[in-house]
């Protein structure tokens, strides 16, 4: 098959295991830069280029798409599903994850148990809101934070409402939420393809850190799910839309909530720390949808 990894680091981890398991499949892969790649709509008709070569002959796209450029890649998932080539990540499902507050609000709406969450309106009175999300200490979460960066504890209400305001006076929307502390600083990482979690591990923050992100220097172990984790972790990417996702949910003394849902999630970690063949199962996950849509356009043309 003709296959397309989406990725402005071609020499990161994730992107190179893709494409080694690609190529160890037999699978032509194309590594296309999508910053680069222009976008033609003609009357009838939607192309892309990279590097002046067409695409719409690929059978299939797996994205990476950065934090960073979160609409270019949009617009770029767009325009593949205009020309009709297969992606495992939708344009949909990318916009909504990468916005914090949009993303709860939708797993609220699927009745899935998210951490108790205030937005916190412009040049509003934050102690009713920390008192409304349990009290403190609160945490306090840029709407784009990645890689926990833009999470921060905090102990006093004086704290919390300088640290706001200037993020306000920023420009940067905020939320404060519940702070999980039977959590105990480690998180569950769920990965999920095509609707089954395929590997999961355990998040553990360093000494005196809350945040349990590996680029914050946490270690990690593989950690079995429970049932009811591993249902609500398929749950949520449903929810939100997405084959391929990181469902990080924490443990607490009500039951798993879910905290965010990655729509690029990284290989590495999970990978060296459960030593599943997640690209492996990615790849699984694209030949079963690229045979299926094969057959269906052959199953097409025979009824007419
Ligand atoms: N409400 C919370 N209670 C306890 N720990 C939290 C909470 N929210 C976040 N954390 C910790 O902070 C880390 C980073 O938060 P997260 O919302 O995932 O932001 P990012 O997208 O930057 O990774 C999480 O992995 C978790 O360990
Ligand atoms: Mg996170």
Redesign the pocket.
Known sequence: MKIGILSTAQEVYSTQSLLRCGLARGHQIELIDYKQCSLVMEQGRAEMYYKDFPLSHLDAVIPRISTSFTLMGAAVLTQLRLMKVFSTLKPEGLLLVRDKLRCLQRLQEMEIDV?QTAYVGDGQPIGPLISMVGGLPV?I?LLE???????ILSESYRNAESTIEAFQRLNERVII????RE?K?A?IRAFVVNGKVVASMKRQ?RDGE????LHRGASAQQEPLTMQEDFVARTAAKAVGLDIAGV?I?RSERGPLI??VNASPGLEGIETYTQVDVAGKIFDFVEKKVLALRNGKVRKKVAV
């Open positions: 951490p945490v979460k934070s990645t890689h926990g960066l833009g999470v939420q519940e702070f999980i959590a600083g998180d923050a809350f945040r349990s992100n990080d924490l905290m965010e």
